[in-house]
């Protein structure tokens, strides 16, 4: 397998812009996380899925932060319009139940 | 006060040496994960943990549930063990709260 995919690995944007990152979780897990980390406040939840549907999005920080999750194979993270402080490394990862986590390799946000 | 916390927040050490990085949380859990990661940013699951230890290669990790306590040892200790060390716990269900990370340098 694969792994968790994330794209893209690095995402340089203007401020006010649109941006859009992309995870591909393993195939056959049910359960996908996006997390967001800084240096400041370390690693973050911000949204999970179960079965494609969203279960808890508390830690998605204000209304221009929207997840989605159309099929088991695909999930997109979307911050419109993007701000400085939104500059993050944001990971994905995937689990079979509760068993272990497997995370993307990571997208690197900056926001200019 | 966070409700993972992990010491130290740095660790140096020469090659071979033994390693120990403790976590303390203070919520109820379902489990507690140990994760690796490397300089380059990719996240590794080590161990997930609910009792008693579990071991993988040179990499020990124990927990005491009724001291809400958890530790990870690394024996024999190698550069290529340098990473930060992050300690995270399941609140019910699937959600994960982190602490803040250990970052472990081994010099040759």
């Known amino acids: 397998d694969a792994g968790v995919i994330q794209s893209p690995r690095h995402e340089v944007t203007e401020m006010g812009q649109e941006v859009t990152l992309r995870c591909k979780p393993i195939?056959?897990?049910?359960?996908l996380f996006w997390y967001r980390q800084t240096m400041m406040r370390g690693l973050e939840l911000l949204i999970y899925?179960?079965?494609?549907?969203?279960?808890?999005d508390s830690g998605m920080p204000e209304d221009r932060f929207s997840a989605k999750m159309p099929n088991a194979s695909f999930s997109t993270l979307k911050i419109q319009p993007s701000e400085p402080r939104d500059s993050a490394v944001y990971f994905c990862?995937?689990?079979?139940?509760?068993?272990?986590?497997?995370f993307g390799s990571g997208t690197r946000l900056t926001v200019v | 006060k966070n409700e993972v916390e992990q010491s130290p927040q740095n660790l140096t050490a020469q090659e071979g040496e033994f390693i120990t990085i403790n976590c303390s949380y203070s919520?109820?859990?379902?489990?507690l994960h140990w994760l690796q990661q490397h300089p380059g940013g990719g996240i590794v699951s080590l161990f997930m943990?609910?009792?008693g230890k579990k071991k993988h290669g040179r990499l020990i990790a124990t927990i005491n549930i009724q001291e809400k306590h958890s530790s990870l040892h690394i024996t024999a200790s190698h550069p290529r063990d340098s990473a930060v060390y992050i300690c995270?716990?399941?609140?019910?269900?699937?959600?994960?709260?982190f602490g803040q990370g250990t970052r472990l340098t081994i010099n040759p």
């Open positions: 919520v109820g859990i379902s489990a």
């Open positions: 899925f179960n079965n494609n549907v969203p279960i808890d």
């Open positions: 195939s056959g897990h049910d359960y």
């Open positions: 990862a995937s689990s079979l139940g509760p068993r272990g986590y497997t």
């Open positions: 995270a716990v399941n609140r019910g269900a699937q959600k994960l709260v």
């Open positions: 943990l609910s009792s």
